[in-house]
């Protein structure tokens, strides 16, 4: 591969990364420009659900590339209307908004839910959401999430959310109010570490809004589409959200997110709700690839075997090295270092040719294309135990 020289000066730099430059990817791999070769179990954070450059994106980007690629959302296009269809078939929700981001979809279901509240009750706008969650990086998506170290950054930002640990349904009840419009949440909160949202606090929130008539917004930004096993991680709750977020995996790679809702709450009126780029033909053409192969038979069945077998290989190396627990669903799992080491780790680990991701000091992630192969899972655990054995401090 021809060898470049970066000096990365005219980027800003909002955060540190590592000097390879990548170049080119196909499946679970990718190269960089030195020719060196990387396992990808990050896979673009949980966005390339069909691996990099999947065939299936590539066919459908240069069939609908060479017929339209955009034209202006106040018109409807053939793949727009195609792709909203596949969603609504496929969920518990009746309409879509798409977006082009998932901070832009979310800051869209904040908006529903407020139109709601002033239409339905009396002008509530306060929705309840939960320490550690995230939400997006827009100043209204990250008054909602509930991550400590921005909460004095870009002061001041949107008002209106009510923070609450998360599983803790005691402290839900206690914040509901006259205001409060919604309860807004992922099912596995995936930056703060892969934690996952228990059944009894699931069914806890569907009873108390229903009680109380509030919104349930799933944000299903990072656990949608497929990543959890099912095409949407609502379904192994026995919960349906009124108003639910789609993004990373949705255009397969490419920027594509969504605004789905129950019909009874889409309360939109022309004018209310749009953006430039929304729906346009070109990146929803890849969204239809996308829900077409997660939607064939057996697809998800594949998914969930080799999850298996992924969590299986990843609790006996925890075992081995006396780590701590496997958490998560599907291919969005995390393993408990159970001691700061996972900054070491992805270093050691990249080093090796294998990119991994640490969302906390004792906490390493791992979300692989939902096509990981098992030979790609042997292959990942074997360079993780090497990373393993070199980074864990005995104590
Ligand atoms: C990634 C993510 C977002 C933000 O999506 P962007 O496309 O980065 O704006 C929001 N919510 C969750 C749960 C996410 O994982």
Redesign the pocket.
């Not at 981001?101 to 832009?104: I, L, P, R, V």
């Given at each position: 591969m021809e060898d470049k020289k970066y000096a990365f000066d005219s980027l800003m730099k909002i955060t540190d990364r590592p000097s390879a430059v990548f170049v080119k990817g196909q499946g679970s791999w990718l190269w960089d420009q030195e020719g060196n070769k990387y396992l990808d179990f990050i896979q673009g954070?949980?966005v390339n659900c069909l691996g990099h450059s999947p065939q299936a994106v590539l066919d459908a980007f240069q069939k609908q590339a060479s017929l339209l690629i955009n034209c202006s959302p106040a018109f409807y296009n053939d793949p727009m209307i195609r792709l909203a269809d596949l969603i609504t078939q496929n969920s518990c929700c009746e309409k879509v908004f798409f977006a082009n981001?998932?901070?832009?979809a979310?800051e869209g279901a904040i908006k529903l839910a407020r139109k709601w509240g002033q239409l339905n009750r009396n002008g509530a706008y306060e929705i309840i959401t939960m320490d550690h969650g995230?939400?997006?990086?827009t100043l209204t998506?990250m008054a909602a999430s509930g991550k400590a170290e921005w909460e004095a950054l870009y002061e001041p930002k949107t008002p209106g959310f009510k923070k609450v640990t998360l599983n803790d349904l005691k402290a839900v009840t206690e914040a509901v109010n006259e205001k409060t419009v919604g309860i807004m949440l992922?099912p596995i909160q995936?930056?703060a570490g892969v934690y996952e949202v228990t059944d009894e606090f699931m069914k806890g929130l569907r009873d108390l809004a229903k009680k109380e008539g509030l919104l349930i917004i799933l944000?299903e930004?990072?656990?949608g589409i497929g990543r959890t096993g099912r095409l949407f991680a609502y379904e192994h709750y026995g919960l349906e959200p009124d108003i639910m977020?789609l993004?990373?995996g949705l255009g397969g790679g490419v920027?594509l997110?969504a605004l789905v809702a129950k019909e009874a709450v889409c309360c939109f009126e022309p004018g209310d709700q749009g953006g430039t780029f929304n729906g346009n033909s070109l990146i929803t053409a890849a969204g239809i690839a996308v829900m077409e192969t997660l939607t064939q038979p057996g697809f998800l069945d594949t998914v969930s075997k080799t999850s298996s077998y992924l969590v299986q290989k990843l609790e006996a190396l925890s075992e081995k090295y006396r780590l701590g627990e496997v958490r998560g669903k599907g291919m969005l799992l995390a393993l408990d270092l159970k001691q700061a080491a996972s900054k070491k780790a992805v270093d050691l680990a990249r080093e090796k040719g294998l990119l991994i991701n640490g969302p906390r000091p004792d906490t390493l992630r791992f979300m692989p294309a939902l096509t990981v192969s098992t030979a790609e899972v042997d292959e990942m655990i074997d360079t993780l135990e090497d990373v393993l054995k070199a980074s864990l401090v005995d104590e």
């Open positions: 954070w949980a981001s998932g901070a832009e979310n995230f939400h997006g990086r998506t992922e995936g930056e944000d930004i990072q656990t977020t993004g990373k920027p997110a």
